[in-house]
């Protein structure tokens, strides 16, 4: 039984999401049922994180097959810290969610599909056989779908299709790359893959097929010339599910990239040659439009590409210190990018727009819920002790140990635009004063709501901004973790080991 | 398109061609067959029942609401996944097989119920999503 | 045989990739479904292809004997197709409703999503 306890997350989602599914029409049941069932997810998420933090690496077998020919699911320390992290953000986004998503859209299932989504997303996490990270990149890509084209106006239409092009096309590709290593090693088993991807004389193969993973993953993870979906679409749903999927979908492909280029591609010259151009190259992208845009959400979107670099980079680099910062950056973004998410969803509550040019004087009008949100706008610049901060440091000090220079100069261009774009929306959407505009009259505005109703609002911004100065004042914890982590990822021995049982 | 030939086959197709999928589904443990394959010949059955006689009598005949077949499935196959962790402290989805085979059936596992999941879920989906297509249309 | 599976494999990828770059959506459709049953006819041929020797064991056997097919390609290309079923439907419904919101087929006119709102 103690085993088992790793695949409680995916056995309560797929509960949950069953349950909801009885309840269709019935929306008030639903939101109850939905947030106990992320809170009891949340709780199971913890009991599990410290089970394996005391533990060690924990396997499940599935059908009682032994290791390569069986599904295995691997808890090592990654992937049940990335399992708590979206056990904290489902928790936020759940809560944010009853309030904020309107009745229509709630009536088509949309707490159902959004436990499917959370179901996919610790599956990938935890499971330890590449086609069955296929397979619940899928349940991701088709529950997101759905949550993305949900309500069905018109802009949410034409970002549902451009992001459906371009993840099924990733999807095709990720699947091409699975293929071609499996006809090089004759197994599926990750672990498996590692011992005998050493053995395969055709190095030209191996290599093309880390590139297909590479294409996979990197539209999937949003790097450089790969990124165009996540613009089109990510602003077009209702905040809580931009939310949702700007924490942690595109986690998932940078998590992918981890596991399968420290895993099975540890090391590789031309692949981290590839990865850090990549990287660099991201950062000034996703920079730079970050910088142009107007509209708030749009903003944050760009962060996300850029962000996405300074993990890549780090990956690429291939030290411990740097995986460490990269654990560290991944820990401190996804709760941080849920969040962002939310404000805007509020800011659009307060003002009924999130365009920077029609907003202003919310410090005037709301002082303490900016001071609210001022925490995580800051702790994404990383100005000290903020989160940001510390695995900024791990990264720079790899990148200066590694004497890539260009690497280096990238973070400093990445941060610093952040701090200039974060001063500009500071500024913009809180200093200034409101300039006027018309506001519509039909809308419910959030000085309109009962106090329940606004607390509903602020408790989950509240609750991501508590873990965000865990995150910064606790980060020697954060560190340790990152740290154990990183050493982990670099000797395999320790996951190969525990997959067989040796 | 309501032919009388079409109108007065499938009424008797439709009792032939369910029955046909509960015996692809039985057969799928050593044979070709199984849930999904059982499931899509199911719904053609259906389908092919609103072809000739109209959707709304296919629905009366379904009685249930095909969206509901998915969480019935769903529920059925989940069961079946984790009976093993809670009553012999296997891991998830271990092949439970009862001692004696029963008539017809054959031998009886958990691994049936699993596939009779993924018939009822494969039933509702494409019916759910054939009737919203031709309602809209 | 494995040359000709390779040429129909190419032509799927090169045809799949070309209609996605087509600019009506029905086009797109078709793309993804010829992508897909090319990517399932990669992994049939990568597990190399094994004339009239299905894996089953026999009846006096305890393990299989000989040279035999690998079953596990095909179990992978099974649960691909049903992925791809369950997402071909849902791309023609995603489609048709855009049909129907936006009057258009062209995807060159889906460009709201990039204007200053």
């Known amino acids: 039984m103690t085993n088992d306890i790793i695949i409680l997350p995916l056995v309560i989602h797929l509960f949950f999401s069953i349950v909801l599914m009885f309840f269709w029409r019935q929306v008030n049941i639903q939101k109850i049922v939905s947030v106990v069932g992320n809170f009891v997810a949340l709780v199971l998420a913890i009991w599990i994180f410290i089970g394996v933090y005391s533990q060690g690496i924990l396997v499940v077998e599935s059908g009682n097959w032994p290791a390569p020919f069986g599904i295995v699911f691997v808890g090592d320390m990654l992937a049940v810290t990335l399992v708590l992290l979206t056990a904290i953000a489902g928790f936020a986004v759940s809560i944010f969610s009853t309030i904020s998503v309107i009745k229509a859209r709630l009536r088509f299932g949309y707490f159902s599909v959004f436990h499917f989504l959370l179901l996919g997303l610790n599956g990938a996490f935890l499971t330890g056989d590449v086609f069955n990270l296929y397979v619940w990149f899928e349940i991701i890509i088709i529950s997101s779908f759905v949550l993305i084209s949900i309500g069905g106006e018109k802009n949410q239409l034409e970002g549902a299709v451009k992001y459906f092009a371009l993840n099924f096309f990733a999807s095709m590709i990720f699947l091409t790359a699975l293929g071609v290593l499996y006809g090089l090693v004759g197994t599926l088993n990750m672990a498996d893959i590692a011992l005998k991807i050493k053995d395969v004389d055709n190095t030209t193969l191996v290599e093309i097929s880390a590139v297909l993973f590479l294409v996979g993953f990197g539209i999937k993870s949003a790097i450089f010339p790969l990124y165009f979906w996540l613009p089109a679409s990510y602003h077009t749903p209702p905040s809580a599910v931009s939310a949702i999927f700007a924490g942690l979908l595109t986690k998932v492909g940078v998590y992918a990239l981890i596991r399968i280029f420290t895993l099975i591609y540890g090391g590789d010259a031309f692949l981290s040659t590839l990865l850090l151009a990549l990287a660099i190259m991201t950062i000034f992208s996703g920079g730079v439009g970050a910088i142009i845009q107007n509209n708030i959400k749009k903003v944050f979107m760009y962060f996300i590409i850029c962000h996405i670099g300074f993990m890549i980079g780090g990956l690429a680099l291939y030290t411990e210190i740097a995986l460490a910062g990269v654990i560290f950056y991944l820990i401190h973004d996804i709760v941080i990018k849920t969040n962002l998410f939310l404000i805007s969803g509020v800011i659009y509550r307060i003002k009924s727009t999130t365009n920077m040019k029609k907003l202003g004087g919310l410090y005037a009008n709301y002082p303490k819920l900016s001071l609210l949100m001022a925490i995580p706008l800051f702790s994404l610049v990383g100005i000290p002790p903020l989160s940001g901060f510390w695995p900024k440091i791990s990264l720079i000090l790899a990148s200066f140990n590694a004497q890539e220079y260009w690497f280096f100069a990238a973070l400093i261009f990445g941060s610093l635009i952040t701090l200039i774009v974060i001063a500009k929306l500071w500024s913009e959407v809180f200093w200034k004063n409101q300039p006027k505009i018309k506001f519509p009259k039909k809308f419910i505005y959030f000085d309109q709501l009962r106090m329940g109703q606004k607390l509903t609002f602020i408790f989950p911004i509240a609750f991501l901004t508590f873990v965000t100065l865990y995150i910064g004042f606790g980060a020697e914890h954060i560190q340790q973790v990152s740290q154990r982590i990183a050493t982990e990822l670099m000797n395999n021995d320790s996951y190969i080991n525990a997959v067989f049982k040796r | ?137 | 045989m494995e040359i000709i599976l390779a040429i129909i494999t190419g032509v799927l990828y090169a045809s799949g990739i070309y209609m996605i770059l087509r600019r009506s959506m029905v086009k797109l459709i078709l793309g993804i479904i010829l992508l897909g049953n090319g990517v399932n006819l990669l992994i049939f041929l990568l597990g190399r292809i094994t004339k009239g020797e299905p894996p089953i064991i026999d009846s006096t056997e305890k393990v299989l004997q000989g040279v035999y097919a690998d079953p596990i390609p095909q179990a992978l290309i099974l649960t691909a197709i049903v992925i791809s079923f369950g997402l071909q439907a849902f791309a023609i419904i995603l489609v048709k409703r855009t049909y129907k919101v936006l009057k258009t087929d062209d995807l060159d006119q889906l460009n709201t999503t990039d204007e200053d709102s």
């Open chain 2, 1 to 137: 398109m309501r032919t009388l030939i079409l109108k007065s086959a499938s009424s008797y197709l439709l009792p032939v061609l369910l029955l046909f999928s509960v015996f692809i589904l039985l057969r799928g443990h050593y044979l070709p067959g199984g849930g999904f394959v059982g499931g899509l010949v199911a719904a053609i059955a259906f389908v092919l029942d609103a072809f000739s006689n109209g959707l709304d009598k296919t629905k009366v005949v379904l009685k249930v609401h095909p969206g509901f077949l998915m969480p019935l499935g769903l529920l059925i196959a989940f069961l079946s996944g984790i009976t093993p962790i809670l009553f012999s402290d296997l891991p998830l989805m271990t092949g439970l097989w009862a001692d004696d085979p029963i008539p017809v059936i054959g031998a009886l596992g958990s691994a049936l119920f699993f596939d009779l999941g993924v018939y009822l879920v494969v039933i509702g989906a494409s019916l759910t999503i054939i009737f919203t297509i031709s309602e809209s249309a």
